[in-house]
């Protein structure tokens, strides 16, 4: 076997390692309400990782996630005070379609590095988040907003529905629609797929778009967790996105990964959070372990993928 | 077989194993948890000042959860010190961590969720946001564990009692001081924390109702709003200055503050007792301003304190006792005068103390 087949199956193998091992030690980490604590903890970055990953895909990054999530918020809880939760719904869900429309213009327009762009948009959408919301929490969200997040149908977690029409929704868009090939072949290698016809801007404006979308579905299943529209809480979440996509075997080069990995890598450090607190490891240790786990996820990308041509 | 087909396959089957394990431990679990009967009743306490710290015996080895909503400030450590210390001294077992910043609102749920499943004796929460974690904190009480709340409570109803400072008190004390000093007459201006922040909020309110009710002859010129640090203040402190020569009295809500308004004052040219400058928080850096006058009135929010009174409160209540709904520790004012007599071993955490 192969060294890059070997680095193919680490995360499962060390994932399945790490639940027997944190099983044996504390025994109340596979009782049913703290594995749908994990499913439920797990589920906003599962998609805002997701929507990192379409970007990715395409040899770019979208830094303004974190902007996005809390503009995404805090427009949720302004227009839902006046106008109700739905209304307040579609209107987060235009922020984050709009601002990723913006970045993807820019980004495929422009020809500029998707780093400085995401992260110069991000900064402006925090600062309109800071300005609507004058710097404070907005509490006095519609009651029912809350069971977004915390409501259980048959036992079962909403969020855990949205993660899973997420993840099949954009599987099916990657794996079996035209703009899914597109993305793909664009991450390999932009002059190629420009010279063989593929419209490369209008795919990374696709792409982008979809990721801001996405992203702000993740910040209505955050908002409801914390029942607010809040201008700050989550404002890191780009970056932990892009840790979740990389643990998740989604390639910073591009073209190589899928939807899968996002939401195991996403999946991977919420289950890692909950077995450190589980196994009341200390939380500065705890930064230490998550730091480790995202080198040692890089380290297999660079391993996996060093041998391989175009893709 | 790619990359992403293994993966799948590896994800499905650990869900299929997850959903397995959830419908075979439903069916099987009831509710194992005795639950305890912790309740307060409804009162108020303010504890009086230089009262020592009593030393409940737990009726058996108890285990709490702690949770903080960050522990890199003075502040933080000094009442971490008095819950972990206290803990020590009880015989009580502490699980404690930390959501590392006001904004991780959702770690802290989080954190809250897995003391739940560890089935801790009790939580007590300094909250990161008081509404964010209402929710969590509902679901924590309905799972039959006792949450309390130590610094920042939260707005659910479930909370059973909170330990905090009494912030409207930090401000009244200063304004009581300031317009005396200044013999009811004169410009004071403010130098307020995040326009956020709620401490400095009420601080800021009680300051401006006392300076309202009994110095009429003292006008407030100017407020500001900065982060708590030296190097922010000063800045502040500088425009003021500048903006207004006759400033007899700078209210500032928390020490950090007051020093860099006393360099600012003293690069001004200043004499220290020409600017009587108020603050509160009185940390260990602050007693060198106070005894070269520097800085004229510190109000202690008494950290240690704080955290020894909080894990009295839980272990009162495991034990099945009376407890008040919500405990005031005292806010000392320092002086030049009294700041001598503090001792340093009560005041602060040990030099030589870490957090573990």
Known sequence: MKAKD?????????????????????PLFLTPGNLLNVVGQSAPLAVVAIAQMLPILTRGLDLSQGGVVVATSVVFALV????????????????????????????????????????????????????????????????????????????????????????????????????????????????????????????????YTLSGLLTSVGSLLLSSRIASGHPTAGSDMALQAVAAAVIGGVSLFGGRGGVHGAVAGAAFLGLLANALNLLSVASFVQLIAVGISIILAVLIDRVRFANRGGG | MNVGRRTLLAVVVLMALAVAAILIWQNSRANDRTSVRTSNNGQVVRLAEGAPVEQPKPARRYRIGVLFPFLASPFWVNEAYGVTDQARALGVDLVWYSADGYDNIDKQNSQLEDLVSKHVDAILIAATSSTGTAPVVDRAAAAGIPVFAHVTSSTSSHIISAVLDDDLEIGRKQAAFLGKALGGK???????????????????????????????????????????????AQRLAEDLFSAFPKLAGLFTVADGMAMGAADAARQAGRQPDAMVITTASFSREAVPYMLSGAIDLNVDENPVKIGRVAINTVVHGLNGK???????????????????????????APDTWRLR
């Open chain 1, 80 to 207: 839902a005070q006046s106008f109700g939760a739905v209304a307040g719904m579609w209107a987060g869900l235009l922020v984050g379609a709009g601002a990723g429309f913006l970045n993807g213009a820019v980004v495929g327009g422009a020809k500029v590095s998707p780093f400085v762009v995401t992260l110069g948009f991000g900064s402006v959408l925090q600062g309109a988040a800071l300005i609507l919301a004058n710097g404070q929490p907005i509490s006095n969200v519609p009651e029912g907003f809350t069971l977004l997040y915390y409501g259980r149908p048959f036992g079962i977690p909403i969020p855990l529905f949205v993660v899973a029409i997420v993840w099949l929704l954009i599987w099916f868009m990657l794996q079996r629609t035209t703009i899914g090939r597109f993305i793909y072949a664009v991450g390999s290698n932009e002059r190629t797929a420009y010279l063989s016809g593929i419209p490369t801007r209008t795919t990374l404006v696709a792409a």
């Open chain 2, 186 to 232: 004169g410009q004071v201006a403010m130098l307020n924390g995040p326009a956020a922040a709620e401490w400095s909020s009420l601080r800021a309110r009680g300051f401006k109702e006392v300076i309202a009710r009994d110095f009429p002859g003292i006008k407030i010129v100017a407020e500001r709003f900065g982060i708590p640090d030296r190097a922010d």
């Open chain 1, 6 to 26: 070997l680095a193919t199956f680490i995360l499962p193998v060390s994932a399945a390692i790490a639940v027997v091992v944190t099983a044996l030690l504390q």
């Open chain 2, 322 to 348: 009376s407890i008040p709904k919500t405990t005031y520790v005292p806010n000392p004012a320092m002086t030049r005068e009294t700041v001598g007599k503090v001792d340093p071993k009560l005041q602060w």
